[in-house]
């Protein structure tokens, strides 16, 4: 059974088998590859990769998501991150790819951010409110991409099985790179959204590995 997201242009549809994969450092020698492969829509998440990490986290892509700065290929290697290739987009090919963030500049110019042969699709981000409200996301700083997508799923009335996504205020690693040792990301509120995933899983409503 496939259901279509909400919010996203043009109409893309997901099959309800779906796990959601997430870049947190508790993937590191999980053994989880095999068994994220087996479902029918692997969804992943700006640069992380799977060359190299398949034992711990799989090699099926069915649909990659990315924010502004990945999918315009900024160069971040000189703010204290390792294995971010800024052309990491651009490399894609055959790839089903959805934009989320508020600048449409780096959509306006995907003809040169992403290769023709891929799929791309767009999150409308001014249904973000509505979203947030759908979530009982009260707080104000934005959802990062990992909580979108999980929400855009929940809506459509897909039940995603997530790996990859702490849900305990410990610091927040990536599996396949090191980050800024000062590094705040004052732009977002992983606590509170920690506590809406768990309420989403008591609630039936998606699984956590």
Not at 2 to 27: E, R
Not at 112 to 120: A, G, K, V
Request: glycine fraction near 8%.
């Amino acid at each position: 059974m496939t259901k279509q997201l909400p919010y996203v242009q043009p109409n893309l549809k997901l099959n309800n088998n779906i796990a959601i994969v997430g870049a947190s450092g508790c993937l590191t020698n999980s053994g989880n590859g095999a068994l994220i492969d087996s479902y029918d829509e692997v969804i992943r998440f700006n640069r992380s990769p799977t060359s190299g990490f398949e034992q711990d986290v799989g090699f099926k892509t069915t649909l990659r998501v990315v924010n502004n700065h990945v999918f315009n290929n900024n160069d971040i290697s000189s703010a204290g991150y390792t294995n971010s290739p800024p052309n990491f987009v651009r490399n894609l090919r055959d790839s089903r790819i959805m934009y989320v963030g508020p600048d449409l500049g780096p959509w306006h110019i995907r003809g040169r951010n992403s290769h023709p042969s891929n799929e791309l699709y767009l999150y409308q981000y001014n249904t973000i409110s509505e979203l947030k409200h759908f979530l009982e996301c009260s707080f104000p700083q934005n959802l990062l991409v990992g909580s979108i997508a999980v929400g855009l799923c929940v809506k459509a009335g897909l039940k995603p099985t997530l790996f990859g996504f702490d849900t305990e205020p410990i610091p927040r690693t990536h599996y396949y790179q090191d980050r800024p040792k000062k590094w705040n990301d004052v732009a977002h509120n992983p606590s509170e959204e920690q506590k809406m995933l768990l309420r989403l899983e008591s609630e039936g409503l998606i699984s956590i590995k």
